[in-house]
T-cell receptor
Framework: SQKIEQNSEALNIQEGKTATLTCNYT??????LQWYRQDPGRGPVFLLL?????KEKRKERLKVTFDTTLKQSLFHITASQPADSATYLC???????????FGSGTRLQVQP | EADIYQTPRYLVIGTGKKITLECSQT?????MYWYQQDPGMELHLIHY???????EKGDLSSESTVSRIRTEHFPLTLESARPSHTSQYLC???????????????FGAGSRLTVL
């Protein structure tokens, strides 16, 4: 069955460092992969989308990589800030009618 | 900032009561979804709709029902609430996805339901 794995343990880093979050998937052949941010008690907010033919995508301090051979996406936040503290969810998807399935997310805590 | 609205944000109700969670979006999106999420856990798709008069069950079995009579409105109903229904319910929508067809979701703030 299809499976999305994100590190369930919280990631604690110091302000100013780069945070790297991992998303692994199995039994998927996604056409793209999305990353969302979720704050406690709120709905997820879309951050970035990377297509299967793209190796890397950047948006301000965010960078996403997508390795379809390893079936893995990495999500980087450079120069992290305490305001970046949240849970980050990955969601591989296809262009069909299928609804989006999310990983369980990784909680990031940036210490000042 | 959000163009998708959920009410109520919080609801505490007794067992056996009927409840309806409202979800409305002003973006003209055809596709709408309901996800269920327990604290610290992953989102589970329970219902989705690809247009008016179209509804389907998601990956997680749910005793709730949905309707889609208008494009902008996608309410979720529980006929008889039970403590096992206690959870956060998140509504989301997406448009046509452009030429690429990717489903980028816009989520509401969620409805947190507690059944005593």
């Amino acid at each position: 069955s299809q499976k999305i794995e994100q590190n369930s343990e919280a990631l604690n880093i110091q302000e100013g460092k780069t945070a790297t979050l991992t998303c692994n998937y199995t039994n998927y052949s996604p056409a793209y992969l999305q990353w969302y941010r979720q704050d406690p008690g709120r709905g997820p907010v879309f951050l970035l989308l990377i297509r299967e033919n793209e190796k890397e995508k950047r948006k301000e301090r965010l960078k996403v990589t997508f390795d379809t051979t390893l079936k893995q996406s990495l999500f980087h936040i450079t120069a992290s800030q305490p305001a970046d503290s949240a849970t980050y969810l990955c969601a591989p998807g296809d262009t069909g009618r299928r609804a989006l399935t999310f990983g369980s997310g990784t909680r990031l805590q940036v210490q000042p | 900032e959000a163009d998708i609205y959920q009410t109520p944000r919080y609801l505490v109700i007794g067992t056996g009561k009927k409840i309806t969670l409202e979800c409305s979006q002003t973006m003209g999106h055809d596709k709408m979804y309901w996800y269920q999420q327990d604290p610290g856990m992953e989102l589970h798709l329970i219902h989705y709709s690809y247009g008016v008069n179209s509804t389907e069950k998601g990956d997680l079995s749910s005793e709730s029902t949905v309707s889609r009579i208008r494009t902008e409105h996608f309410p979720l109903t529980l006929e008889s609430a039970r403590p096992s229904h206690t959870s956060q319910y998140l509504c989301a929508s997406t448009g046509q996805g452009g030429s690429f067809g990717a489903n980028v979701l816009t989520f509401g703030a969620g409805s947190r339901l507690t059944v005593l």
